[in-house]
């Protein structure tokens, strides 16, 4: 009897201590976490806290999301870091946006490219603008392209980032679709948006191009003239008269995209949920208002259709980079 007794002690503690194993790996499970690769309180801690209290908010997860930093290389610690080290976490998410598409473009991610993850979804985009000032000679962009054609040289660009960056590329990509090399730009770079504006209306540049939510009290108090959005469709709001690139013949898009991405081995079965919870998301009114709020448009890119989209994006951001010298 006392041996049974005993047994049956230890029987009771190892079932016990599995099910405590079980119940701490469930818990474990429930917590999801979004790693933002940059410091507190720039974009990529906006796209973090995006999915973090939408989820929440909106009663899609049970627990908080935990948010992480892990800045480094605009990006490439964390790129390293979830193919090196957690590869296969199914409640891991990573911010990321259409810079990160410009800089595994540019080889800046290391030996990675960006068919080593899995991309997950985009939530909410900016969109890149063509802008002068009200005074200026183009009502149009089909104007400004005239002129561009004939004398290069002679209109000066100018945005918040260096020869190779999005807002270059944003003026790179406008000349290349009217057949003008980007190598024939005049480019000036700014440390932002707010020098580079200051530089358009003190007519230190002519051509600006930089992003729409940015714009909004320009265009209120008449200062600037957005030539072009370049959005797949027209814009809503304060925005609704702008036109499109498309529209006036050029085709040209440059979606700022706050998205995010998962480790290269992560289950199908994981993916898909993430891709589910990502599009109920995006389709609530709640989240809605949060997005707008962080002067967001919607965009709305899940799963494979996203993964290919930014698969697409960086191809074309290699072979522009390649067409002007920045890489080989």
């Not at 006392?2 to 429930?30: H, I």
């Not at 999801?32 to 908010?57: F, H, M, S, V």
């Not at 090196?84 to 030996?111: H, M």
């Amino acid at each position: 009897m006392r041996f049974n007794s005993v047994f049956l002690r230890s029987s009771v503690s190892l079932v016990l201590g599995a099910a405590l194993m079980v119940g701490t790996a469930q818990a474990q499970a429930e917590t999801t976490e979004c790693i933002a690769p940059a410091k507190p309180g720039g974009g990529y801690d906006l796209t973090c806290r995006l999915a973090a209290n939408g989820l929440q908010k909106t009663g899609m997860i049970d627990k908080p999301m935990m948010v992480s930093y892990m800045p480094g290389g605009i990006g490439a610690v964390a790129y390293n870091h979830v193919n090196g080290v957690r590869p296969d976490d199914p409640n891991l998410i990573v911010a990321a946006s259409t810079g990160a598409a410009v800089n595994l473009a540019l080889g800046k991610f290391g030996e990675y490219d960006a068919d080593e993850v899995r991309w997950l979804g985009a939530l909410g985009a900016d969109y890149g603008a063509i802008v002068v000032k009200t005074d200026a000679p183009w009502d149009n962009l089909g104007a400004l392209m005239k002129d561009l054609k004939t004398q290069p040289g002679e209109i000066v660009f100018g945005a918040g980032g260096t020869v190779g960056s999005q807002d270059w590329m944003k003026a790179a990509l406008t000349a290349k679709a009217a057949g003008i090399s980007p190598r024939d730009l005049r480019y000036v770079a700014f440390e932002g948006g707010g020098e580079s504006l200051a530089a358009l209306l003190g007519e230190h540049i002519d051509v600006y191009t930089g992003d729409l939510s940015e714009l909004r009290s320009h265009l209120e108090s008449g200062t600037v003239r957005v030539l072009a959005a370049l959005s797949e469709e027209r814009l809503e709001g304060p925005y609704e008269d702008i036109p499109t690139a498309a529209e006036q013949g050029y085709d040209v898009q440059w979606p700022i995209w706050r998205g995010y991405y998962m480790g290269p081995e992560v289950s199908d079965e994981a993916y898909q949920q993430w891709v589910s919870k990502l599009e109920d998301l995006a389709k609530n009114e709640t989240f809605a208002e949060l997005r707008e709020a962080r002067g967001l448009f919607p965009m709305s890119r899940f799963g494979d259709d996203f993964d290919a989209y930014v698969k697409d994006q960086v191809a074309e951001f290699k072979g522009l980079a390649k067409e002007v010298g920045l890489i080989k």
